[in-house]
């Protein structure tokens, strides 16, 4: 499996999202499957969580349907450990309390076990999350941080002194899968962050289209897809396994077509 660093040497990347157990565990491994076959640069993980407090509706509804599904984190691991032949870096996102009622540490040891790049978690900022950051990043586990448009210049700074693999930029201030897109203002946004940090920069949130990925591309290193895939999932999902898995295939190809033609000269 490639690092996370390596996975932005090749240029620009798509991150596409896919919240794990929804409809169930062995359609998200194969959509994993699929999305390392396509070329993908990470893959972004969703632990399911009872309260995902960044998480528009869309997203918040595949979390329900995985919960119901019977998913936990003790399962993804399962299913994570039958995908070592996956090239792409897996990144988990998910919220902290999870992990707490699964122990940190065993959690950290857990994914590394299997195979997993790194950790996102929304609701556990750099600095109240110390301990459990420091211990991922001395195991090996890389913690993915986020910035906002409104994230101020000291905070932007601390944050780049500690940043490894890429962070996480909001693309508004909202919830996932809103429909007003990046904000204006994008490039001036992302030049202000690259002044404090010198990791690659991924932009999330609201991005859905291959539109609005030309629009974004110049300004970031990688482009993450969540919403619009969550909610493909959950239109097929009656249609069975293969055509969840197909009708995921051409919406991500048609992104990373988009990705590729705006690095054209």
Known sequence: MRTLSEAFDAGKILIPYIA???PDLDTTAEIIGELDKLGVGIIEVGMPFSDPLADGPIIQAASQRALASGTNISRIFEMLEKLR????????????????????KSF???A???????VLIPDLPFDEGKEFYDICSEKGLCPIYMVTPNTKEERLSQI????????????????TGDKRG??????????RVRSHVSVPLALGFGIDSPDKITAVR????????????????SENADMGRKAIVNEV?????????ALRTALQP
């Open 20 to 22: 794990a157990g929804d």
């Open 85 to 104: 032949d996956v090239k792409t870096p897996i990144v988990l996102m998910g919220y902290f309390n999870p992990i707490m009622k699964y122990g940190e």
């Open 108 to 110: 950290i040891e857990d």
């Open 112 to 118: 590394l076990y299997c195979g997993v790049s790194g």
């Open 160 to 175: 780049g002194r500690k940043a490894r693999g890429f962070l996480y930029c909001v693309s508004l201030l909202g919830i």
């Open 182 to 191: 990046p904000i204006e203002g994008i490039k001036s946004y992302m030049e």
């Open 218 to 233: 110049p300004y970031v290193d990688g482009i993450v897809i969540g919403s619009a895939i969550v909610n493909i999932i």
């Open 249 to 257: 295939s051409v919406f991500t190809s048609a992104l990373i077509d």
